[in-house]
Structures are given as structure tokens and as C-alpha cells.
């Protein structure tokens, strides 16, 4: 990487999985997260963390990133459709201030529902729900900053992400019912530490304006996701019940989850990042990722 530091805004998992490979290349990390946070082992001591409210402008103070590049990796407030908090970074950056480079970690979920069709970055977004319209927004917002100052900005369109410690293992153990798969619509996912190496390979590789989708790249049901766990957890499979009473049953949010669909197209992203998938299919991530008791 170029950059003389690193600068990771919302520093959770997938901040700390970065910060670990960026450490591996000699390259010096800050990260900003909103609470005190425990460090991982893996980055115990090689890490700067700063605290910074990003829903408050009134005291949001950010480190100089003059020269560095940035992995902003905060969510959307709830909520609306204009994400509020990368109005408030953009808004906070002294003048003059300009960081080498920027990823933003977007959704898939700004194509909105697409049925069977294939999805690659061409295809116009066109997210209906507020999740969606407030990725969406943050996007724009990054790219307009970014060509009105000459900062390049990278967009990551990630798929649900799984992993150690990101299995949905408590639905399970309630027993919650899932959409019969007939009627369930198709979702893509990305191992946790695949999307680190995309994360770092954007950092290094992408170009302004670059948008790549982020996925391993195989296509299924929500359904077919959730017996995969069950079936490697040696448990009974999750009950399946029609549309309606899943509309009636279910959060709305899990509902968009089960009805949404898209297949999404990963190839921009190994070719032009030069990605080698660690886990290329759901059932090598999830091995590792599963409780063993």
C-alpha cells in the first residue's frame, strides 16, 4: 500500500480482520470506533484506537488523514434514507486534509430485488427498502466528495457476511421458521476473512470510481443457508412454512431477507483485485466457523 497509514472509520470485525493483514504488511493502523473496544490478540499493540461519536457533529474530531487511506466500514443509522453519518465525517474533514485513497463498504442490497437474474456492477441500483436507499446515499455522497476534491473512492457491494461468531446460531436454536425454499428468494454470502483480503486488495488496487461486488460467488435459497448449519451442526432443520405466514410470522426485516433476491456476480472482483477465495463455497467457511460442542 502507498499510503503511509491506515485509517479504519468503524472499526469492528471486519475493521480489526484488515488491520491484522494491513500489520502483516508493515503498515501503520488507526481505528476509529464509536466505544471502547477490546483488541483482538492479533493486533494487541499494533493498533491506535481513537473513540469519535460519528452522530454527533457538534464534538466529532477525526485523526488527520492527510496521505492516508481510509476504510470507512461504520454503518447507516437507523432510520430514513440519507445516511446522516458519512455526512458528518465527509463534514468533518479539515480542509485541505485529502486521504490517498477511500473504500467504502456498501450492500448488495442497493440493487434491490432481482429475481433470477445475474448482477454485476452495471446493472443501475434499485433498492426499495431504507437500507438499500441509505447505502445507496452513502455512496453517492463518497463519490461526489471524492471527484470534487481528486480522491479516489472504491465502492464494496458486500454480501451477507459469515464467519466466526457471524452464524445466525440463536434463530436456530429457537427454532424459527424459515420461507419454504420454492418461494424463498437466492442470497449470496462472503467469508469474513475473505472479505478482509478484498477489504486490503481495494486498498491497494482499486482505482477511482471502482465498484465491485463483493461475494464467494455461489448462489442459493436463505433457506438452503440455514440447513447447511443445521445439517453440520447434526440438528434437526429449521420448519418451513408458505409466503403468507412468513409474511405474518416473521419481522419485516427478516422478511426482506428471506423474499429478497439476487444472484450476484463476483468476477470483477477476482479479476481486477486479483482475489483467490480462501472459502470458495458455504460449506468450507462454515466448517471453521461453527461451534465445535
Known amino acids: 500500500m502507498e499510503c503511509k497509514n491506515l485509517i479504519i472509520i468503524g472499526c469492528g470485525d471486519t475493521g480489526f480482520r484488515v488491520a491484522r493483514l494491513a500489520l ?6 488507526t481505528a476509529v470506533s464509536r466505544g471502547e473496544k477490546s483488541f483482538p490478540e492479533s493486533v494487541k499493540g499494533g493498533v491506535t484506537l481513537l473513540t469519535a461519536n460519528l452522530d454527533d457533529p457538534e464534538t466529532l474530531r477525526l485523526p488527520d488523514v492527510s496521505g492516508c487511506a481510509v476504510l470507512y466500514s461504520a454503518p447507516p443509522p437507523g432510520g430514513g434514507i440519507i445516511d446522516t453519518r458519512v455526512k458528518n465525517f465527509l463534514a468533518a474533514l479539515e480542509p485541505g486534509a485529502a486521504p490517498c485513497k477511500i473504500v467504502y463498504l456498501s450492500a448488495t442490497s442497493v440493487y434491490g430485488s432481482c429475481g433470477d437474474e445475474l448482477v454485476d456492477e452495471t446493472r443501475p441500483p434499485g433498492a ?48 424459527e421458521p424459515l420461507l419454504n425454499e420454492a418461494e424463498a428468494g437466492y442470497t449470496n454470502r462472503i467469508h469474513a476473512d475473505d472479505l478482509a483480503q478484498v477489504c486490503l486488495a481495494a486498498l491497494e488496487r482499486g482505482e477511482a470510481g471502482d465498484i465491485f461486488n463483493v461475494s464467494d460467488g455461489e448462489t442459493s435459497r436463505m433457506t438452503d443457508y440455514f440447513n447447511a448449519i443445521t445439517d453440520l451442526l447434526q440438528l434437526p432443520r429449521l420448519p418451513q412454512v408458505s409466503l403468507a405466514e412468513a409474511r405474518q410470522a416473521m419481522s419485516p426485516l427478516m422478511f426482506g431477507y428471506m423474499t429478497d433476491s439476487r444472484r450476484i456476480d463476483n468476477r470483477k472482483m477476482l479479476e481486477k483485485l486479483g482475489i483467490k477465495l480462501r472459502y470458495p463455497t458455504l460449506r468450507e467457511g462454515l466448517k471453521g466457523s461453527l461451534p465445535t460442542e
Not at 471527484?147 to 436454536?173: C, D, H, K, N, T
Open 128 to 175: 426499495l427498502n431504507h437500507t438499500g436507499r441509505r447505502r445507496l446515499d452513502a455512496e453517492q455522497q463518497f463519490l461526489a466528495w471524492g471527484a470534487a476534491r481528486g480522491v479516489p473512492v472504491v465502492i464494496l457491494r458486500i454480501s451477507g457476511i459469515y464467519g466466526p461468531g457471524r452464524v445466525p446460531l440463536q434463530r436456530i436454536y429457537d427454532r
Open 24 to 29: 502483516d504488511r508493515g503498515v501503520p493502523v
